[in-house]
């Protein structure tokens, strides 16, 4: 704790001074406003919206999934999580490399295959294994994407680096709320443990569903409930359910 603090307090030390040097690039609100007309600027915006809500759609709720579903013990799932991360770092940095010489083909592809491991992950988490390597891919392929993205969004704005470097911070955290709203609602219908995933390929249709159509799931140990709810509070429909 004392040195992550310590980290804190030496970006007051280096950081904030450095940041108030003196620049050259000046901001003009007019301009920035104007760059926004670009269409290519929101195709890259929402890219990143929806590539990573997906990814975080399903890794929101991927502890259940382990447990419940792969098996995995829970003192385990803090293991899987460190793969998902190793996976992101890795898939960062290799979207940074490979983005700088051909950006187009490195976003299709890695959004291609991050739909494809979000796909496995629905018939292949039941096993461990399988379960883990494909968080590890989830955090590879989802994460590339990120640094492409954003520099394709700062390339096509033009004249508005300051604006467009907001929205894609908006942009991403939009797609992350956004996704994991949608896959907890996913979860708590017919879909079970595989909706987040289903939800984050191709936002299915689970958060479309009438309240009345969902039913309750057999479970095992203690159940699922909804961010915000009381494990003991009940849903009229859900007790009106056969």
């Known amino acids: 704790m004392g040195l992550m603090i310590g980290g804190l307090t030496l970006a007051n030390v280096i950081g904030v001074p450095v940041g108030s040097l003196e620049q050259r690039a000046e901001v003009f609100p007019g301009a920035e406003v104007r760059a926004l007309r670009q269409g ?19 890794y ?52 291609a295959a991050t739909a494809l491991v979000l796909l496995l992950l629905i018939p292949l988490s039941a096993n461990p294994l399988t379960a883990t390597v494909l968080v590890f891919l989830m955090g590879l392929t989802g994460f590339t994407v990120n640094p492409v993205v954003t520099a394709l ?18 942009a991403f ?18 879909l079970g443990l595989t909706g987040p995933p289903l939800v984050g390929t191709d936002r299915g249709p689970a958060h479309l569903r009438p309240r009345a159509e969902r039913r309750t799931r057999p479970v095992t140990g203690t159940p699922l409930t909804a961010p915000g709810t009381h494990p003991g509070s009940s849903d009229p429909a859900e007790e009106e359910a056969p």
């Open 40 to 58: 290519r600027l929101w195709l890259a915006l929402s890219a990143a919206m929806f590539i990573m809500g997906g990814v975080l759609a399903t």
């Open 60 to 111: 929101s709720y991927i502890t259940p999934l382990l447990t419940e579903r792969a098996g995995v013990p829970e003192g385990a799932v803090p293991v899987v999580l460190i793969a998902f991360g190793l996976g992101a770092l890795a898939g960062t940095t290799t979207g940074g490399r490979l983005g700088d010489r051909r950006p187009m083909a490195t976003t299709l592809t890695a959004a």
């Open 153 to 170: 969004a700062m390339r096509f704005a033009g004249g508005a680096p300051t604006l467009t470097s907001a929205l894609s911070t908006s």
């Open 173 to 190: 955290n939009t797609g992350i709320a956004a996704g994991s709203a949608i896959a907890g609602t996913a979860l708590e219908s017919s």
